[in-house]
């Protein structure tokens, strides 16, 4: 049985206050001008055909954007492998600006016994099921999955599996949120010497110092010799951007303002997107003057 659900474009798009766009072709050659933010489409969120470990999100009509998928494979926090529950509307907003959206997670209810020890094979098995979803026959993703651009992301303990599988060859971009790795392996069973293993640009987001993965996602963004970044709002704490919380109250903004990140750095380390990189760097970057977030970057080639 195949388990799923459309949500409208005009839910994800008024959390960001944006407009569903109609259909328009977006060649490649473009991508680096124009902003995934500026489109949105409807999202279809659905057990992984095939592999039901994972939860799928995805326009519903993928010949509508324009351009095939990017791929972005998420790990929950607490290494949670049997449901994404935390992070539905974020994973939602990304994938409804033309992203395929592969989560560790399943939708219709894990059988017993699933595990929450940490396994960066997880996210890089998801990477082969996505690639895999354009050539299926019978798959509403055939002929429309971007293969060869490919991110990996992840929360807390979720966030360990996706700086390890950031080392995959094919990864193009990591996105570690509230987390990093400790200086010993201990206690998730890899340490600091795996950040000499990436080759991707890096974002660091983390809720300030009363995240309590803050020390790890400050010293893990001095330690990385790839392009990074490193974006902070204190008012999240270690689950605001997922929970839509703001100093443990809850906020309506912050989540979106997390997603936005999110889409950001994709277009950024993806695409080269100018609007993207003026998001993130140079002397008045756009997220700093978003109230209450700071940014920083490190080791981007100069234009």
């Known amino acids: 049985m195949r388990y799923s659900r459309v949500i409208p474009a005009i839910l994800a798009a008024g959390a960001l206050g944006l407009v569903a766009s109609s259909s328009t072709d977006v060649s490649a050659s473009t991508r680096n001008e124009q902003s995934s933010l500026s489109r949105t489409f409807p999202v279809v969120r659905e057990a992984g055909p095939g592999a039901e470990q994972y939860t799928a999100y995805y326009p519903a009509d993928p010949k509508a954007v ?22 539905i509307t974020t994973l939602e907003l990304v994938a409804s600006h033309g992203f395929l959206v592969v989560s560790e997670g399943y939708y219709a209810g894990a059988p017993a016994g699933v595990s929450n020890a940490p396994d960066p094979s997880l996210l890089t098995k998801a990477i082969d099921w996505a690639q ?7 798959s509403d993703l055939r002929h429309h999955v971007d293969t060869s651009s490919i991110a990996v ?10 700086l390890v599988a950031g080392e995959d060859p094919r990864v193009d971009a990591v996105l570690a949120l509230d987390t990093g790795f400790f200086p010993t392996s201990a206690p998730f069973g890899y340490g600091r010497d795996e950040l000499a293993k990436l080759h991707s640009p890096v974002l660091f987001l983390d809720g300030g110092p009363d995240d309590i993965a803050y020390e790890n996602s400050v010293a893990n963004y001095g330690l990385v010799t790839v392009p990074a970044i490193h ?34 750095f994709l277009d950024l380390a993806l695409y080269g997107n100018q609007g993207a990189d003026a998001y993130f760097r140079g002397a008045h970057p756009g997220l700093a003057a978003v109230p209450g977030w700071s940014v920083e970057s490190k080791d981007f080639p100069t234009s």
């Open 231 to 264: 974006a902070t709002n204190p008012d999240a704490g270690h689950a605001g951007f997922w929970h839509n919380t703001r100093k443990m109250q809850w906020d309506m903004t912050l989540t979106p303002e997390a997603a936005t990140v999110i889409v950001q």
């Open 153 to 162: 992301a992840g929360h807390s303990c979720g966030g360990i599996e996706a």
């Open 66 to 87: 324009g351009h095939d998928l990017p791929i972005v494979v998420f790990g929950n926090g607490a290494c949670n492998h049997a449901s994404d529950i935390e992070y």
């Open 132 to 138: 895999a979803q354009d050539r299926a026959h019978g």
